[in-house]
């Protein structure tokens, strides 16, 4: 069974005391490609480091979290870093992705005006790059379904085109039909499928296979029966095992449709021993 975690934060400090061992732990599991997506610049050189040091197996993305333009003075800066960095990617580093990015109100609604702005910004360095995007979105769907409308028509008006996934999806059937509309996006399904009362689940088991991605976002969300501990990306093997419950399919068939939607989306190829970009 080969599986790719499409958002994992591998290069976290939670990882510090047995990254190495984390990531033996996923390729038993089948999971020999891994999507890392940044956050800001605190964290680049540990993504950077990572992804130089397993280029088979670790793939990065660059990008802004909507979280890091909360009351942050330099936010704007980071953001030119962005845009410096997909000009002119570090020694080693080529990018599948923009991403992290995207709107975030839980923790406050006092910089929606910020967070729309960056948000915005890289959505179009991705249609000027023709690079996918990595969307996080945290009660702001209303928003953020207004701004993919509007940001996919303006793309195309262009001549280019905006596409890429809904990391961590948690919307209803509305939210979901409504973004399909916009082109080619997939969503990413992680640990909260399996939770007991997962509203998640419901849309999954109507969701066509060809709109699905994988993921863990560990060392967050965590699956069942592993909830409340660190996660990893070795438990995107649960991932795939609920949905195929859910679906009631084999779960090699979901491993087979959701890597291939991974491998078309981000432009990568899985390989027995590596991923490599076309």
Known sequence: ????????????????????????????EGVETLLLPAIDSESHERLFALCRRHPERCVPMMGLHPTSVNDNPAWREELARVDRYLLDPPAGIRFCAIGEIGLDYYWSDAFVAQQTEAFVAQLRLAARFDLPVAIHTRAAWDDMCRIIEAETERARADGRRLRGVFHA?????????????????????????????????????TMPLDRIVLETDCPYLTPAPYRGQRNESAYVRLVCDKIAELKGLAAETVAAATTANAEALFGIRYTEKNTERR
């Open 169 to 205: 999806f948690s919307e209803g059937a509305a939210a979901f039909e409504r973004l399909c509309g916009c082109g080619d996006f997939r969503f990413g399904i992680g640990g909260t499928v399996t939770f007991k009362k997962s509203g998640v689940a419901e849309i999954v088991r």
């Open 1 to 28: 069974m080969k599986l790719i975690d499409t958002h994992s934060h591998l290069y976290d400090e939670a990882f510090d005391p047995d990254r190495e061992e984390a990531l033996a732990r996923a390729a038993a």
